[in-house]
């Protein structure tokens, strides 16, 4: 059996020690700073959550634009198991002018659900941060508790805008949350929403190819429910919907059929006309469940879409987001002072809304198909997903 040689012992100059001693330290306070960030969005104490399951929680703002003091509000909800191991998955809810917090978070997906009267919470025990973890943000500035500081900038909106925010709040976000770079990331959400997530998915996919100039963003594909998606199809789709299912009587719908042309991006004033009336049965039922009954309640989407039909030639618009009173249950919640506490959350001297109307009258619709993204996220080799639900 041979004889095993001493370890020779490697000699360490001076210079490399306090390197090596600079860079840890520097390591750890760098380490420290981002936890410290973290920590300090966790939320504590939420007003009204049940004691069990335990859910990990993070709420607060990220700084999109410096210059014009734009920030954006997010709630992120860890993966119930194994949160090292799970997908990273944003949702956005549309309007334009919903908010992700009082929708996505608060009534659909969200492991929390806003009781009656804005009381107690409750388990959803369908919530999806069962397999993912979920990060819910309140876009574009001005909707819910997202702010900018320039006035100007709420003149400005269009999908492009929103695009370029979010794009920013990710990169930012993902500085706090490192731990969550590497995670496959998928985007998600509804209604609108079918505009914001293709877009802000190929404005990932472009960069991340450009490789030097931006930070990798580790996406896979995007997913969306009841997507606004291409005039035409959506129009055409509400109008035979309506009088299939007797919303509308034949007449209203030939009249429609008649004198709108969906492919034209401006309507005549008789299509403007038609489709004011076909919003005006809309606006007598639940326009996202049409055989519920319809929420009593006077409900921030209900107004938004009798408001819509008001605006003559103006594009007509369905807030995101399935509502039934949930609406209202969500701003009783938000609106309290204890709950913004816990939520970092800050109403800046305004009544917190599950939608903005000013903001839905005000968008500038510019994009009229979305279509030719998907093609190239497929030939990207992105995954898409496209499922329709109440």
């Not at 929103?162 to 949350?177: G, I, K, S």
């Not at 914001?196 to 490789?211: C, F, H, I, S, T």
Request: net charge neutral; proline share 5%; with cysteine.
């Amino acid at each position: 059996m041979g004889t095993i040689a001493p370890s020779k012992r490697v000699s360490t100059s001076p210079s490399f020690t306090y390197f090596f001693l600079g860079f840890l330290i520097t390591h750890i306070k760098g380490s420290g700073a981002y936890l410290t960030a973290q920590e300090s969005d966790r939320v504590i104490n939420l007003p009204g959550q049940p004691p069990s399951p335990s859910i990990s929680q993070f709420s607060g703002y990220i700084t999109v634009n410096q210059e014009h003091g734009r920030a954006l509000f997010y709630w992120f909800f860890e993966a119930q198991s194994q949160p090292s191991e799970k997908p990273l998955l944003l949702w956005l809810n549309g309007g334009p002018g919903c908010s992700s917090i009082a929708y996505g978070a608060a009534s659909e997906l969200g492991p929390l659900r806003v009781g009656k009267n804005g009381g107690d919470l409750h388990f959803n025990k369908y919530a999806w941060n069962k397999v993912a973890n979920i990060l819910f943000v309140e876009s574009p500035v001005g909707v819910g508790f997202s702010y900018t500081n320039t006035s100007s900038d709420l003149t400005k909106l269009n999908d492009a805008f929103v695009a370029e925010d979010t794009y920013n709040f990710l990169v930012n976000w993902l500085q706090r949350f490192p731990q969550f770079k590497t995670h496959d990331f998928f985007i998600s959400g509804e209604s609108y929403a079918g505009h914001y997530v293709p877009q802000l998915a190929e404005l990932v996919y472009d960069r991340n190819k450009d490789g030097i100039k931006y930070p990798l963003i580790n996406l896979k594909g995007f997913m969306v429910g009841n997507p606004i998606t291409n005039d035409y199809h959506d129009y055409t789709g509400i109008m035979d919907y309506a009088w299939s299912h007797s919303v509308i009587p034949d007449q209203l719908y030939h009249k429609v059929k008649q004198v709108c042309d969906f492919k034209l991006f401006d309507w005549s004033i008789e299509c403007g006309d038609a489709v004011n009336q076909v919003f005006d049965k809309y606006s007598e039922i639940d326009i996202y469940n049409i055989y519920a009954p319809k929420c009593l309640i006077n409900s921030t989407s209900s107004s938004a879409v009798s408001k819509v039909k008001n605006y003559g030639l103006r594009r007509m618009r369905i807030p995101g987001g399935y509502d039934q009173c949930y609406s209202e249950y969500a701003e009783d919640y938000f609106n309290r002072a204890d709950v913004q506490t816990s939520l970092h959350a800050n109403s800046r001297g305004g009544k917190w809304e599950s939608c903005s109307d000013s903001i839905l009258m005000t968008y500038n619709l510019s994009v009229f198909s979305v279509l030719p993204i998907y093609h190239k996220l497929i030939k990207g080799n992105l995954k898409i997903w496209i499922y329709s639900l109440v």
